[in-house]
């Protein structure tokens, strides 16, 4: 079942996704050589409660941390800790706040010092696969024109599609229906509707696709060590397209 939004409900989400997008303007500077993830996940905690909104990740299924932080070739849910960053790293910040109990959902990939021209370009064109995704967003528009765009961004400059997580409704519940993924895949199809509320968030890859559950049982790596980014927002479908909840 696909949930429609209130515009009370959707007010809510963009109130918890203004939260959420000044956290990762604030996070450009504090994310440097040798600040810990930790100290990333203590000062985004603060960040968010004292705006009034609510980290959802902690404690979700058990993860023990308020954001997820992902570095290099870890791709999503990264546990933060003692890991220190240094020159040449990227990592992921991925989170969601709510608001009166409205989710929004997103992540940013940010780099630490100067990185390698490749490691630019998958960053750049992964940011680019987003918003090409959100672009085909409209009310009446099928949700597979969403998947087949992320997916023409990484074939065009031959990065690899992480196939094991998806984008997703979002709502009262930080997921939902439907699975947005990010190749294109028939197996729904859904049509977009005025209301719904859904993220969107290709993750790319430096190298092969294929990606590995590490010990500690949440963070997922690329198996073969490369890099991997990850954007992500929160939209709502409107008639005339899309609002991004997760952005100004
Ligand atoms: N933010 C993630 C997503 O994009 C999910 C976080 S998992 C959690 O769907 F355990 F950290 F909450
Ligand atoms: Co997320
Ligand atoms: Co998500």
């Known amino acids: 079942m696909i949930s429609i939004k209130t515009d009370e409900e959707i007010a809510d989400m963009k109130r918890a996704g203004k939260i959420a997008f000044d956290l990762l303007n604030y996070l450009e500077n504090v994310i440097k050589e040798g600040i810990t993830t930790k100290e990333i996940d203590t000062l985004s905690e603060k960040f968010v ?23 290099n070739e870890e791709v999503v849910h990264g546990i933060p800790g003692k890991k220190k960053l240094r020159k040449g790293d990227i990592i992921t910040v991925d989170l969601v706040v709510s608001f009166n109990g409205m989710m929004a959902d997103t992540a940013r990939t940010y780099k630490v010092g100067n990185v390698s021209s490749e490691v630019d370009d998958l960053l ?29 961004v990484a074939k065009e400059h031959g990065l690899g599609i992480v196939r094991e997580l998806t984008g997703h409704g979002i709502g009262k519940e930080m997921h939902e229906d439907p699975c947005v993924y990010n190749y294109s895949n028939n197996e729904s199809e859904l049509i977009l509707e005025e209301g719904m509320t859904i993220a969107i968030e290709p993750m790319f890859t430096l190298g092969k696709r294929n990606v590995w559950l590490m010990e500690d049982d949440w963070t997922i790596c690329t ?9 992500e927002h929160t939209v709502v479908v409107t008639k005339e397209g899309y609002e991004i909840l997760t952005g100004e």
Not at 49 to 60: A, D, F, P, Q, V
Request: aromatic fraction near 8%.
């Open 124 to 152: 750049t064109y992964t940011k680019e696969a987003l918003y090409a995704g959100i672009s085909k967003v409209k009310a009446g528009v099928k949700l597979n024109e969403i998947s087949k765009a992320i997916e023409a």
């Open 49 to 71: 409660i004292n705006r009034g909104g609510k980290m959802e990740c902690k404690g979700y299924e058990g993860f023990p941390a308020s954001v997820c932080t992902s570095v």
């Open 223 to 231: 198996q073969d060590g490369k890099q991997s980014a990850h954007y």
